[in-house]
Antibody, heavy 119, light 108 residues
Framework: EEQLVESGGGLIRPGGSLRLSCAAS????????MSWVRQAPGKGLEWVSV???????NYADSVKGRFTISRDNSKNTLYLQMSSLRVEDTAMYYC?????????????WGQGTMVTVSS | EIVMTQSPGTLSLSPGESATLSCRAS???????LAWYQQKRGQAPRLLIF???IRSTGTPDRFSGSGSGTDFTLTISRLEPEDFAVFYC?????????FGQGTRLEIK
């Protein structure tokens, strides 16, 4: 069974840093474009970042310069390094698999990890 | 970026009825790259439809997608109790990909 399991969320003060991890099983992250999507409490979905199979990356304007996406193919794990965190970054963060394309829909979702930015 | 607008915000229906959810894009969606997701309370979203009308693996055939350009529709026929949830549309024809704000389908 294909599965994505996120971890690393928690309560962090504004300006702080946090690294989210997404461990994959039943699939190899190395052959897929992989993304992060977030959802603020009671709100809709927002794409955050993508890492392409060729190691290039892309970010939403709201996180550009503050977040860094990466992957470790040997550990079959995706990461999201978040710094200079803001209250508005508070959300459930989902690790997702692009279906096929660099800009695509998402056909596999993790259960999410909650990030709360608050003083 | 392309703004996606869903309507109605909330839809109240009874099991056995049919539901029609709308999604409008601020610009034409390239290649009809439009997806629909279902999110049940406390769960991650699940891909239902991609390419505007192609059912994803495991999506029951009572779910159907249609539309092109800027106007898209998700139709759910013969609502089952497990269908009640929040539904999101997503365009992935242009970068960045963007989502609608969601339609809540609730039991009347």
């Amino acid at each position: 069974e294909e599965q994505l399991v996120e971890s690393g969320g928690g309560l962090i003060r504004p300006g702080g840093s946090l690294r989210l991890s997404c461990a994959a099983s039943g699939l190899s992250v190395s052959i897929y474009h992989m993304s992060w999507v977030r959802q603020a409490p009671g709100k809709g979905l927002e794409w955050v970042s993508v890492t392409y199979t060729g190691e290039n990356t892309n970010y939403a304007d709201s996180v550009k310069g503050r977040f860094t996406i990466s992957r470790d193919n040997s550990k079959n794990t995706l990461y999201l390094q978040m710094s200079s965190l803001r209250v508005e970054d508070t959300a459930m963060y989902y690790c997702v698999r692009n279906q096929l394309l660099e800009n695509d829909c998402f056909n596999l979702w993790g259960q999410g990890t909650m990030v709360t930015v608050s003083s | 970026e392309i703004v996606m607008t869903q309507s109605p915000g909330t839809l109240s229906l009874s099991p056995g009825e049919s539901a029609t959810l709308s999604c409008r894009a601020s610009q034409s969606v390239n290649h009809n790259h439009l997806a629909w997701y279902q999110q049940k309370r406390g769960q991650a979203p699940r891909l239902l439809i991609f390419g505007a009308s192609i059912r994803s693996t495991g999506t029951p055939d009572r779910f159907s997608g249609s539309g092109s350009g800027t106007d898209f529709t998700l139709t759910i026929s013969r609502l089952e109790p497990e269908d009640f949830a929040v539904f999101y549309c997503q365009q992935y024809g242009a970068s960045p990909t963007t989502f609608g704000q969601g339609t809540r389908l609730e039991i009347k």
